[in-house]
């Protein structure tokens, strides 16, 4: 039986921006401020996480990557034997190099691309590849509405394997988005769709395309009021991001950061647009108590890891789980089709803990029982 072929292609910027609240990565400026402000790559130990669940079939593979940062180094240091396909032009990667290794994949002709990033690697891969070659993404940008991704690292390299040791052969059409980074900083959606790449069949390991929550006027400002009538006195609460989460913030009259995370104690505003390590600072103390509120997802049912990375592991640990609150509308739930609620904090242990059943406030005192999964 002939080898099987992998191109693995990293975006080592890719999701820099979540946890200091800069919404993205796109640009050279927005890099440089994320670094700035204390970010850490973390794209790399993501697809090391999924390239680990290759190790046994790694004899019967040809690997391919390309140079640096971009795959070469993660690959040495796993010990794959793999093959180069070309460098990065410069010190610093960018979406040509995305292209031309995505390129390079398509030429040798590989039977499947695992590439890890957001949605703009997405979109460079797809410039490149089209629906000319499989691929599967690794979750590892700050806004990632394309499906051509896992649900989560682990589940990448898990699709990626049962896919090339010919367990399922079946492809599928999934929808490749973007938005456009400096509106989204603006709390403006504007979204597009670029086309479609193949992604195998993998039924609850890739994602759905991330889709809008409906407009159930009287659920959602019953549920925000209910909310605001349960809050406790001398409780700090986090308050995640989207338009559910403007809801609640616009009951109590305040002004709301629509994609960024908001801080407020006694219905009173704390901090606006806070990045992690802003936020850690208002809540280290012990002596408070801490709750999150957070809305999912439409479409694919995130409740961590998509769009609110501020709201780190350690910060969840510190509330605690049972001080999460969940609030969606119920046509946000139907439009999950029965899927369950997910979790992918970059904190395995963490989502594991988060897994189970999870009570979610759908109107004023209305709660709707939804499972949870890592």
Known sequence: ???????????????????????????????????????????????????????????????????????????????????????????????????????????????????????????????????????????????IHSAVYATNPRNAGLVAKEYLSGESGAVQAAEVMDIDEALFRQGQVSAKLYGEMLVPVSEGRVQHM???????????????????????????????????????????????????????????????????SELWDLIRDPQKKVKIIVTIIGGQGYLFGRGNQQISPRVIRRAGIKNIIVAATPSKLLSLRGQPLLVDTGDATLDRELSGYIEVTIGYGHTSIQSVSS
Request: a negative charge; glycine letters at 14%; charged letters at 25%.
């Open 210 to 276: 991330k889709s809008g929550g409906g407009s159930d006027e009287d659920s959602l400002a019953g549920m925000a009021e209910y909310i605001v009538d349960e809050m406790e006195a001398d409780t700090i609460y986090i308050i995640g991001t989207g338009s559910t989460m403007q809801s609640i913030m616009a009951d109590m009259g305040l002004a709301n950061t629509l994609l960024g995370v908001d801080v407020i104690e006694n219905k009173q505003l704390l901090a606006s647009d806070v990045t992690e």
């Open 1 to 143: 039986m002939a080898k099987k072929s992998i191109g693995i292609i990293i975006n080592p910027i890719a999701g820099i921006g979540g946890r200091v609240g800069l919404k993205g990565s796109d640009g050279e400026d927005t890099v440089e401020r994320a670094l700035a402000l204390g970010a850490r790559r973390e794209s790399a130990d993501k697809a090391g996480i999924a390239i680990e669940q290759l190790v046994d079939i790694a004899s019967g593979l040809d690997v391919y990557a390309y140079g640096d940062e971009m795959g070469e180094t993660l690959l040495q240091s796993l010990g794959f034997e793999f093959s180069l396909v070309g460098q990065p032009a410069g010190e610093k990667t960018t979406a040509e190099d995305t292209i031309r290794a995505a390129s390079a994949f398509r030429d040798i002709g590989v039977d499947l691309i695992l590439f890890a990033g957001g949605d703009g690697t997405a979109r460079n891969v797809f410039e490149a590849v089209g629906s000319d070659v499989p691929v599967i993404g690794v979750p590892a940008g700050v806004k």
